[in-house]
């Protein structure tokens, strides 16, 4: 048995490991659409508990008020010299409230050129590298910020989830953009791109 599982994690590695030499270069609205991004969202299911934990204790501990939370985690992918953002942006040209707090999880290590790279304030164009380590969590003013990456030249693959919160006591200004997900269209709304109920602290 344990000689199978040994089998298909190689097979999987291999797989993943083509992709990752010969995927194109990510670009605008084609960031999510590699198989290993597949692979992450069908077994999301495998870490939904997870997730759950780490968004209830950041409800807790860091907001300290309810809040709506982001249902499925954004996965994103760093192919070695590829990126894993199409494009530098700020979350408010695609539609997101400025009551959203942004948070990202490094699943992997994400350091210089595999890290995210954020203004270090409005209109600068002068970029922070935030490197973490796995399990670290950061946030940052997506909003108002340009934030993206560069060609990850680590040689690794780079895997993280980002989520948003919304505010209980912002989520009427909030939810009456009724906006839409740049790649799935879903409405930026409560009982589908975010929780049906708020999280309580």
């Known amino acids: 048995m344990a000689e199978n599982v040994k089998k298909n994690i190689s097979l999987d590695k291999i797989n993943v490991d083509i992709e990752a030499l010969n995927y194109p270069l990510m670009r605008f609205k084609k960031d999510q659409n590699s198989n290993l991004h597949k692979l992450l969202y069908k077994t999301h299911f495998e870490r939904e508990n997870h997730y759950s934990e780490i968004c209830k204790w950041i409800v807790s501990h860091i907001l300290n008020e309810p809040a709506y939370v982001q249902v499925v985690p954004c996965y994103r992918v760093g192919f070695p010299l590829n990126r894993w953002v199409g494009c530098f942006h700020r979350d408010s040209d695609f539609g997101h409230s400025v009551a959203e707090i942004n948070f990202i999880c490094a699943l992997t290590a994400m350091a210089g050129s595999s890290a995210l790279q954020v203004e270090d304030y409005p209109g600068s164009f002068s970029y922070i590298s935030m490197d973490l380590l796995p399990g670290e969590l950061i946030s940052f003013d997506h909003i108002d910020r340009l934030h993206g990456c560069k060609r990850n030249k ?41 929780s049906s109920e708020p999280l309580l602290p």
């Open 154 to 194: 680590t040689g690794e693959i780079v895997i993280s989830m980002d989520f948003r919160f919304i505010p209980l006591r912002l989520s009427a200004q909030a939810f009456s953009l009724a906006a839409s997900t740049v790649n799935t269209k879903m409405a930026l709304l409560p009982g589908s791109y975010f």
